[in-house]
């Protein structure tokens, strides 16, 4: 007899070899210069239920250009495993060639030629493409959101987080789990959440007066599809009052909390579970550890980092599926579920290649309806850019060497910081950089530019804090962000030292002095966690600073030095 | 955008509040209230849950618990602080369980300790690093 273990390798191996995860044509397509809407939805139609997963959407309704990370380390037992692999390693990896759609789709290589040949991906009309595909195969197909889904542009920030809940609503989600949505603030969250259509999860999240659940989110949701009863239970994203403003969300608390995701995956078994799928935002790292502490789940849909893998990572008897960002992606994950347990798997990680997926008229006319009272503002050109503009890796991207520039010059500052969110479509050169360019990469509910006197000491911990948020060799001390982007000064990183011993060579580029740890710097920076911070907002100082440059053009960035052996 | 030097400094004064490094513990002072709350004999590891985050949403007030099935006492240190001393939970025959929660503050990224005596008179330790960042940059 088969045990489950076995006919889960086995079921992976096949897929390998048959390319059921959608690997191996699209090479060849490309050199046909055939890639069609029916090749990228194509799918064996496999057991008997579908899962549809979103997430990280980041308010981008429409078509963006965006750049998958070159440089993306793991540490401890993560190191060189994936999402830890990037570029050429990641093609090699999963027999991606060179040049190809998926090849563009899913590494940061050639990202300007192959941007042009390729085109924008994303946009959610050509997603609710993809959706209702899938659901004319199966249509009881769930569809899962994992969240920051009402953060990140222009419209989004005006209507508070409403043309999502529009939009995402005529989608028509089964459950969500959230992160920035609670930048909204609680008032307004509670307030969209009351009225949501569909299922608003998170196992841990919490009453912070009484460290119970709170009462507007449940743990997990039933389903029944196919026959089969099925649980999606939620975790949102569990350090949200320590990665983003606490004073926003104060009656909230969050954390892991394993103990009570195992209670949650324990409660809808006994209710009758068949299948037990939780939709998270913990990111992946953190998915993995969890996958071996909490028993009893099949298939984590894992959001938060941002990650775009084209075939699942098995951890024990759990599947965990990454679906990238910003629209770009949308995966498909077929189950075979019988006598209560999951006996099979068939995945694919679909790229929406905004040229070849027809957009769905109903959802462009609702994307254009939210759209339409600020066509003025979001189309106004601002400037142009020589440079492709990314922001995505670990260290500075050349958006945020923009924002940073911008701070120190209209700031009149020595060194700038920016925060190392993963967020931000990317921009091609000769591209126009518009006023909607600008707010993808920056829009948020607390983007005022502060400006404060910090000892080189101060400046020093800030560097070591936030490096052991992203490098400390346990994940679950993680935050899940990138390595604070800074402008006017250089360092050197050794990634696997402890805290306190990573960051050294601090030195201040614009007089080549080291960085005195008694002395005073100026510093300007944005979304600082404290209530009360004070300054411009970050979109203006951005937008002023590219009106006088007219043209972008940056100097290449070699201000990080970065140890990893 | 027109600003001078001297206003915008003010402006920022908000922005970044709170130092933390990480904290080690003063090994004596722990050790000497270990051996005060055993007379001296050994501890095992385990015997006792102690439940607290992994990273503080507010090192001022970090929600904690202990339990130990059957256990008479439970001593809480938090062995980086200047004072490890946080808390000594008597449970008597007629508890109903032998557990505790309580809310600490801790000055710095340090480890939460549990040490427990047990229904049979032995002692159980559980310790937990509990992690007090600056915050921000989150994905």
């Given at each position: ?446 983007g005022e530019a502060y400006r404060s006197e910090m000892t080189g000491e101060f400046i020093h911990v800030i560097l070591e804090d936030v490096a052991d948020n992203l490098f400390n060799p346990d994940p679950y001390y993680q935050q899940g962000g990138d390595m604070v982007r800074i402008g006017g000064m250089g360092y050197r990183i050794d990634i696997n030292k402890p805290q ?66 | ?139």
């Amino acid at each position: 007899m088969i045990s489950r273990r076995d006919f889960l390798q086995v079921s992976m191996a096949a897929s390998a070899m048959v390319g059921a995860s959608g690997f191996g044509n699209w090479s060849r397509l490309a050199a046909q210069q055939a890639l069609t809407q029916d090749q990228l939805l194509d799918f064996d139609t496999f057991g008997n239920v579908t899962l549809i997963h979103v997430t990280d959407i980041h308010a981008q309704l429409k078509p963006i250009y965006f750049r998958e990370p070159e440089i993306n380390l793991g540490v401890g037992d993560n190191k060189g495993k994936v999402p830890h692999i990037t570029g050429a390693d990641f093609r090699k990896l999963y027999g991606v060639e060179d040049g190809s759609p998926s090849a563009y789709a899913m590494t940061y290589n050639d990202f300007t030629a192959l941007g042009k040949e390729y085109g924008k991906v994303g946009g959610l009309d050509r997603v609710a493409t993809v959706v209702n595909s899938i659901r004319a195969d199966r249509p009881d197909a769930l569809l899962l959101d994992g969240g920051d889904t009402w953060h990140g542009s222009y419209t989004c920030y005006q209507t508070e987080g409403q043309d999502m809940v529009n939009v995402m609503n005529g989608l028509k989600p089964d459950a969500m789990t959230f992160h920035w949505e609670f930048t909204l603030g609680q008032d307004r969250v509670n307030e969209i959440v009351e009225n949501l259509p569909f299922a608003a999860l998170g196992q841990n999240i919490f009453d912070a007066e009484w460290d119970e659940p709170a009462e507007l989110f449940k743990a997990y949701e039933m389903f029944e599809r196919g026959g089969v009863k099925i649980a999606v239970v939620g975790q949102a994203f569990p350090y949200m009052p320590i990665a983003n403003p606490r004073w926003m969300f104060p009656d909230y608390s969050f954390g892991i909390r394993d103990e009570n995701m195992q209670a949650a995956v324990d409660e809808a078994r006994a209710e009758g579970a068949e299948l037990v799928v939780c939709l998270s935002h913990n990111g992946f790292d953190v998915d993995k550890k969890m996958a071996t502490r909490v028993k009893g789940i099949d298939v984590i849909l894992s959001g938060h980092t941002h990650d775009a893998l084209p075939e699942p990572v098995l951890v024990g008897e759990t599947i965990i599926i990454a679906s990238g960002s910003n629209g770009k992606f949308v995966s498909r994950v077929d189950l075979d579920v019988r006598d209560g347990r999951m006996m099979g798997f068939r995945t694919k990680l679909i790229p929406i290649f905004s040229d070849v997926i027809e957009p769905d008229k109903e959802m462009a006319a609702l994307i254009d309806e939210q759209r339409a009272p600020y066509k003025a503002e979001l189309e106004e050109v601002i400037g142009t850019t020589d440079d492709l503009l990314y922001r995505r890796g670990n260290f500075n991207g050349t958006w945020d060497d923009l924002i940073c520039d911008a701070l120190i010059s209209e700031r009149d500052a020595d060194i700038a910081m920016s925060p190392g969110v993963r967020w931000g479509p990317s921009l091609l050169p000769g591209d126009p950089i518009t006023r909607e360019d600008i707010w993808n990469v920056c829009s948020m509910s607390y983007g005022e530019a502060y400006r404060s006197e910090m000892t080189g000491e101060f400046i020093h911990v800030i560097l070591e804090d936030v490096a052991d948020n992203l490098f400390n060799p346990d994940p679950y001390y993680q935050q899940g962000g990138d390595m604070v982007r800074i402008g006017g000064m250089g360092y050197r990183i050794d990634i696997n030292k402890p805290q306190g011993e990573r960051i050294s060579d601090m030195t201040l580029l614009k007089t080549g002095e080291k960085i005195d740890p008694a002395k005073n710097y100026v510093v300007a920076g944005w979304a600082s966690v404290n209530e009360g911070t004070e300054g411009p907002q970050i979109w203006d100082v951005i937008e002023s600073h590219i009106k006088k440059q007219g043209t972008v053009k940056l100097d290449p960035n070699n201000s990080v030095e970065v140890v990893q052996d | 955008m027109d600003i001078s030097r001297r206003d915008t400094l003010a402006l920022g004064a908000g922005a970044v509040a709170l130092t933390v490094l990480p904290l080690h513990a003063s090994a004596a002072g722990v050790d000497e209230m270990i051996n005060t709350f055993t007379g001296g004999a050994a501890v095992a590891d385990g015997g006792v849950d102690l439940d607290a985050p992994e990273i503080a949403e507010n090192g001022n007030t970090v929600p904690i618990s202990v339990s130990a099935e059957g256990a008479s006492a439970i001593l809480v240190m938090a062995a980086g602080n200047p004072t490890p001393d946080v808390a000594e939970f008597k449970f008597g025959p007629l508890a109903g369980s032998s557990s505790a929660s309580t809310r600490i503050r801790l000055a710095g990224t340090q480890d939460v300790i549990a040490i427990a005596k047990l229904a049979d008179g032995s002692f159980g330790k559980a310790q937990k690093t509990v992690k007090v960042t600056i915050g921000g940059c989150g994905g």
